[in-house]
């Protein structure tokens, strides 16, 4: 709706008046009902990021960066450095030998494994080795430090709900007395406590994220490749899992949800829009994507946004796998969340 308010002489004075006492009258506001924010759809590609992420890495070390971070800001948030309102997207690289030290912060944190061996994160006292494709969770407040023990730079894509807790005024962060936190589970734990649709006889989920450290692209891929025979695609979505949280069967974060959706060949999907911030970073194949009234043409490793409302559909002439996350976690529990199919 909006106003057809006339605004007489007396009611412009009213407004003026009343100015001073820092109140504005709901009858003059222009803002916008409609979904959607002046964020703008964007594609990075790997041709452009590669290069630069190598040129920082003879720039600086993570000793002084803390964390070696590109941060992919929307065109209209400049300075924010988030990609839409609501998320942050970076992309990391630690070379052999580094370590970022640890830290904990109100954030959640979700990493997703793009290219290179070696590196390692380690979240509450539990070391995982990351290989491209997996997904990995950190939750709210759990100490993380990363290092890479192997013998070639490692990259990663940095998912952070940042947003939320600037929003909130709930930014919080604390360094870890030494750089690397001390061990105190075994490598693999979280895996087979939580990665098998199992669980402790008598755990009782109490966290607020996901209790599964990773989430490894092998298993997911053979996941979708083996549903792709069994059943047909979606209209949109080609053939897409939520990563679940195996204590709750929600999302992995309650802000953020992420997804990995395999895209056959010759896919031609139906376009479709919902309020959720996308972010999609390509771990195979080639095709082009509409977002809006542009089309980008993408493959592995270049990293899309879509922002709220954006009407998206894919077209692919190879098989492709995609990764995304978005805040639909938040948006579910808030009751804000709608999507359409066009
Ligand atoms: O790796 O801990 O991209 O704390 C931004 C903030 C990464 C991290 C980011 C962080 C980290
Ligand atoms: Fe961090």
Request: hydrophobic content about 35%; charged content about 20%; overall charge negative.
């Amino acid at each position: 709706m909006s106003n057809a308010v006339t605004i007489t002489p007396e009611l412009a004075s009213f407004s003026k008046e009343i100015k001073d006492l820092n109140l504005t009258p709901l009858w003059e506001r222009t803002v916008s009902q409609q979904p959607g924010t002046p964020c703008k759809g964007k594609i990075w590609s790997w041709s452009d990021l590669e290069p630069k992420l190598l040129e920082s890495t003879r720039l600086i070390g993570t000793k002084d960066a803390e964390r070696r971070v590109l941060m992919l800001e929307n065109p209209v948030l400049p300075g924010t450095s988030f990609s839409t309102q609501t998320l942050f997207t970076g992309l990391q690289i630690i070379l052999p030998g580094e370590v970022a030290s640890a830290h904990r912060h109100t954030p959640n944190a979700l990493r997703f494994v793009v290219k290179g061996k070696g590196a390692y994160t380690s979240v509450e006292g539990e070391r995982t080795m990351m290989s491209p494709g997996d997904f990995i969770v950190t939750p709210n407040w759990a100490w993380h430090d990363h290092g890479n023990i192997g013998n070639e730079p490692v990259v990663w894509m940095d998912g952070l709900d940042s947003a939320f807790t600037k929003f909130f005024g709930a930014t919080f962060r604390e360094d870890y007395p030494v750089d690397v936190q001390p061990l105190y589970r075994s490598e693999g734990d979280a895996i087979a406590t939580f990665g098998s649709a199992l669980l402790p006889v008598e755990y009782k989920f109490e966290g607020h994220a996901s209790p599964l450290l990773v989430y490894p692209y092998a298993r997911t891929r053979e996941a979708l490749h083996h549903l792709q025979k069994t059943q047909a695609a979606h209209p949109s979505h080609g053939v897409k899992l939520r990563y679940a949280n195996p204590a709750n069967g929600k999302y992995p974060f309650p802000t953020m949800a992420a997804f990995m959706q395999l895209l056959p060949k010759g896919y031609c999907g139906r376009p479709y829009r919902t309020t959720e911030s996308q972010v999609f970073n390509v771990a195979e194949g080639h095709g082009s994507v509409k977002v809006g009234d542009e089309t980008f043409h993408f493959g592995p490793h270049d990293i899309f946004v879509v922002p709220p409302w954006n009407t998206v559909s894919f077209d692919v002439g190879e098989d492709c796998v995609v990764f995304s996350y978005t805040d639909r976690a938040a948006q579910d529990a808030l009751g804000f969340l709608r999507e359409e199919m066009l």
